[in-house]
C-alpha cells in the first residue's frame, strides 16, 4: 500500500510536469487536475498540511481554469 501511494506522488509529479510543457491550456488543466489530485493523495498519507492545502488549492484553481474555458468559451 505505502509503494501504491508514492508511485501515486511520482504520477502526480509527471502529470505536472507535463502539463507545464504542454501548449494547449486545455490539456494543461487536464494534467494539472490529474496530476494536482494525486499529489493530494500522496500529501494526505504523509500528513503534511501545508502540502494538503497546497494541492487543494492548486487543484480547484486548475478546476476552475478548466470550466471557465469549457463553459465561457469568447
Given amino acids: 500500500m505505502?509503494?501504491?501511494?508514492?508511485?501515486?506522488?511520482?504520477?502526480?509529479?509527471?502529470?505536472?510536469?507535463?502539463?507545464?510543457v504542454t501548449k494547449k491550456r486545455?490539456?494543461?488543466?487536464?494534467?494539472?487536475?490529474?496530476?494536482?489530485?494525486c499529489l493530494t493523495i500522496y500529501s494526505i498519507y504523509?500528513?503534511?498540511?501545508?502540502?494538503?492545502?497546497?494541492?487543494?488549492v492548486f487543484t480547484l484553481a486548475a478546476i476552475y481554469d478548466f470550466a471557465k474555458i469549457q463553459f465561457f468559451k469568447k
Fill in 26 to 37: 486545455k490539456n494543461q488543466d487536464i494534467f494539472y487536475i490529474i496530476g494536482g489530485t
Fill in 46 to 56: 504523509i500528513r503534511d498540511l501545508i502540502f494538503i492545502i497546497l494541492q487543494i
Fill in 2 to 20: 505505502i509503494e501504491i501511494l508514492k508511485i501515486i506522488g511520482v504520477l502526480g509529479l509527471i502529470l505536472i510536469i507535463i502539463g507545464i
